[in-house]
C-alpha cells in the first residue's frame, strides 16, 4: 500500500509541478485586469474546446454521474447528453449574438436591453449558482482524494479547496486556457482506462447484465421528467454561463467559437457513457456501499499507474472547473460592483488586487457547505438550473426583444432564485425538478408584465 501511494504521489506531484510552471510562466498576462479575466489575446478552437470540455466534465459530473448509474444505471448519462446538446445549440443559436454584443460578461449583455437593475440581479445569480457548482466540485475532489490517499474526508476537501485558490489567484484566464487542455486529456484518458479496468474486473458487458437488473440497461429508466429537467438545467447553463460566455468572446471569429463547440458536444456523450457504465461496474464489484463512492472506490483498487492518470484527471479537471468560476464570479464582482462603485477612476492595479482577493473569498467560501454535500449531482445540476432563468431572458433579449418589459426580466431573476432554490430544498415535492421553477419563473413575470405593458417607453431599460 505504502508503494502504491508512493507512486500516485509521485506522478501526482509531478503533473501539478508542470501545472505550476505553466502558470508560473504566464503570470505576467496577469498583472492586468483585461489580461487576468482575458488572457491576454485571442485562442484557437481546440484550446477553448478543451478549456470548456474540463470544466464541464469536472469531478462532480463525473462522479455524480457514476453515483447515478451505480442507482440507476445507464440512464445516468443523459446528464451529458443535454450538456452536448447544449453545446450544440449554442454554436447554431447564440455564438455570433455573443461575439456581436461586444460584451464580456454575461451581466452586460443583459443590461443592453433591459438596464443596470437587471445587470446586478444577472451578475448576483451568476455568483450563486457557480457557489453551488463549487460546493459540489469541491465535495467530489475531497472523496476522491480521501479514498485514494487514505485520508479523512474533512481534509481531504479543505486540501482541495486551498490548493485551488492558490493555483487559480496567480497565473489568471491565460493559464486556465493553457492547463485546462492538459486536464482534458488527462481526464479523458483516465476515464477510458477506468471503465476498461471496470469491465474486466466485472467480467465484460455480458457479465454484467447477467448481474445486474434489466431496468439497470433502460435508457428511460431515470425518467422522463428527470431527462427533461437535466435537458433545461443543461442546455440553460451553457447559454447563461460566465466562463463560457468569457471563452467564446476570446475567439478570433464566431466560426472559431463554434468549431470549439462542436469540438465539445461531440466528446460529451461517449464521456458520459463512460461514467454511468463506471458506476453500474461498481455496483457489481462493491454492493451495499454509499453510492456518492462508486467511482472513488473504484479508483482506489485501481492499477497504481492508471489509479494516478484517473486522479490528476479528475483533480485537474476540479481545478479547472473551480478556477473557472471563481475566476468568473470574480470577473463579474469586478466589472458591476467594485469599479463601478469603488474605482471609479479605474485604477487598473486596484482592479487586479480585488480579483485577487475575490477569488480567495469566492474560492473557500463553498468549502463550509462542502463538508456536508452528498448529493452531487443533484447539487451540480441547482446551479445549472438557476442560470437557466437567465438563458431565458437571453433568448427573448436576442430574438423577443419587445416581448416583456426591464421590470418582468428583473422581478423573473428574483422570483426565480427565490423559487427554485426554496424548491430544492423542499426536496423537490411531487417530484417535479427545481429545473422548472427557474424556467418558469421569466416566462411568468415576462409574460404578466407583457399584458400589463401601459406604453411603448414600458420597455425600456428601467433606471437605477
Known amino acids: 500500500m505504502e508503494t502504491r501511494l508512493m507512486i500516485i504521489g509521485g506522478i501526482a506531484v509531478s503533473y501539478f509541478a508542470l501545472m505550476a510552471y505553466i502558470t508560473y510562466s504566464v503570470r505576467k498576462h496577469a498583472n492586468s485586469s483585461d489580461g487576468m479575466t482575458g488572457g491576454g489575446r485571442n485562442f484557437p478552437a481546440f484550446l477553448i474546446g478543451a478549456l470548456l470540455l474540463s470544466e464541464f ?28 446538446l447544449g453545446f450544440l445549440l449554442l454554436a447554431i443559436v447564440l455564438v455570433k449574438k455573443f461575439k ?15 438596464g443596470e ?3 446586478y440581479a444577472a451578475s448576483v445569480l451568476t455568483i450563486v449558482a457557480l457557489g453551488i457548482v463549487a460546493v459540489a466540485l469541491y465535495a467530489s475532489g475531497g472523496a476522491v482524494l ?64 447477467a448481474q445486474l437488473p434489466a431496468r439497470m440497461f433502460n435508457w ?33 471569429s464566431p466560426t472559431v467559437a463554434r468549431r470549439a463547440c462542436y469540438y465539445v458536444s461531440s466528446l460529451m456523450i461517449p464521456f458520459g457513457l463512460m461514467a454511468a457504465l463506471i458506476g453500474m461496474c461498481s455496483a457489481v464489484l462493491y454492493p451495499g456501499m454509499k453510492s456518492i463512492d462508486a467511482f472513488p472506490t473504484l479508483i482506489a483498487h485501481m492499477p497504481a499507474f492508471s489509479a494516478s492518470v484517473m486522479v490528476i484527471g479528475l483533480a485537474g479537471a476540479l481545478f479547472g472547473g473551480i478556477s ?27 482592479s487586479v488586487l ?15 457547505l462542502a463538508l456536508y454535500a452528498e448529493k452531487l449531482l443533484m447539487i451540480a445540476f441547482l446551479g445549472k438550473a438557476l442560470r437557466a432563468t437567465l438563458a431565458v431572458i437571453i433568448l427573448l433579449a436576442f430574438y423577443a426583444p419587445k416581448f416583456g418589459t426591464a421590470r418582468g426580466a428583473f422581478y423573473g431573476i428574483i422570483l426565480s432564485v427565490i423559487a427554485t ?37 414600458a420597455t425600456a431599460p428601467v433606471s437605477t
Open 421 to 457: 432554490i426554496a424548491w430544492f430544498l423542499a426536496g423537490n415535492p411531487y417530484g417535479v425538478d427545481s429545473s422548472y421553477l427557474a424556467l418558469a419563473g421569466p416566462l411568468l413575470t415576462m409574460t404578466v408584465s407583457q399584458l400589463f405593458k401601459r406604453t411603448p417607453g
Open 100 to 114: 456581436e454584443t461586444g460584451q464580456t460578461t454575461i451581466s452586460g449583455i443583459l443590461a443592453q436591453s433591459y
Open 354 to 368: 480585488f480579483i485577487r482577493i475575490a477569488i480567495i473569498v469566492i474560492g473557500l467560501l463553498p468549502l463550509v
Open 57 to 84: 466534465i469536472g469531478s462532480s459530473v463525473s462522479i455524480g454521474t457514476a453515483q447515478k448509474g451505480y442507482e440507476l444505471g445507464i440512464s445516468a448519462a443523459w446528464n451529458l447528453v443535454a450538456l452536448a
Open 324 to 350: 473557472a468560476t471563481t475566476l468568473a464570479s470574480a470577473t463579474l464582482a469586478m466589472k458591476d460592483f467594485y469599479d463601478p462603485f469603488f474605482n471609479k477612476e479605474k485604477n487598473d492595479r486596484k
Open 117 to 119: 437593475p437587471v445587470r
Open 220 to 252: 428511460i429508466e431515470i425518467g422522463w421528467g428527470q431527462i427533461i429537467a437535466w435537458m433545461i438545467a443543461g442546455i440553460g447553463s451553457i447559454f447563461a454561463t460566465q466562463y463560457v460566455i468569457q471563452a467564446v468572446v476570446g475567439t478570433d
Open 146 to 209: 480521501a479514498a485514494v490517499l487514505h485520508i479523512d474526508k474533512t481534509t481531504a476537501i479543505l486540501l482541495v479547496g486551498v490548493t485551488t485558490v492558490i493555483y487559480v489567484s496567480l497565473g489568471g484566464m491565460r493559464s486556465v486556457v493553457y492547463t485546462n487542455f492538459a486536464h482534458a486529456i488527462v481526464k479523458y484518458v483516465g476515464i477510458i482506462l477506468a471503465l476498461a479496468y471496470a469491465l474486466e474486473a466485472t467480467g465484460g458487458i455480458g457479465n454484467l447484465q
